[in-house]
């Protein structure tokens, strides 16, 4: 079955670096788009980035344009979420996802917490 286990959270000062890590498995990983999403207590889930298959086609939340970075390693079924300049507002739990023949799967999450 597919399965998504997201890792590299934290709790960081105000403009420090994380990065976050998520390794797919139970599906053809390098055939899928996938995303990074956010979450807080209360509110919605929040799309932060966005990477096709290839790598060719990137898109960011306005919030984190110029300082989050999406990448992809298909080898290893692993999506990264490169995240620098980190403030508070970026405090949140953080998940992968895929939607894979119309399905949307989730990881647990991981959270992010920055302090100022």
């Known amino acids: 079955q597919v399965q998504l286990v997201e890792s590299g959270g934290g709790s960081v000062q105000s403009g420090g670096s994380l990065r976050l890590i998520c390794v797919g498995s139970?599906?053809?990983?390098?055939?899928?788009?996938m995303n990074w999403y956010r979450q807080t207590p209360g509110n919605e889930r929040e799309l932060v980035a966005s990477?096709?298959?290839?790598?060719?086609?990137?898109n960011y939340a306005d919030s984190v344009k110029g300082r989050f970075t999406v990448s992809r390693d298909n080898a290893k079924a692993t999506l990264y979420l490169q995240m620098n300049s980190l403030k508070p507002e970026d405090t949140a739990r953080y998940y992968c996802?895929?939607?894979?023949?119309?399905?949307?799967?989730w990881g647990q999450g991981t959270q992010v917490t920055v302090s100022s």
């Open positions: 996802n895929v939607k894979v023949k119309e399905t949307e799967y």
């Open positions: 139970g599906f053809t990983f390098g055939a899928y788009g």
């Open positions: 990477i096709d298959w290839y790598s060719m086609w990137l």
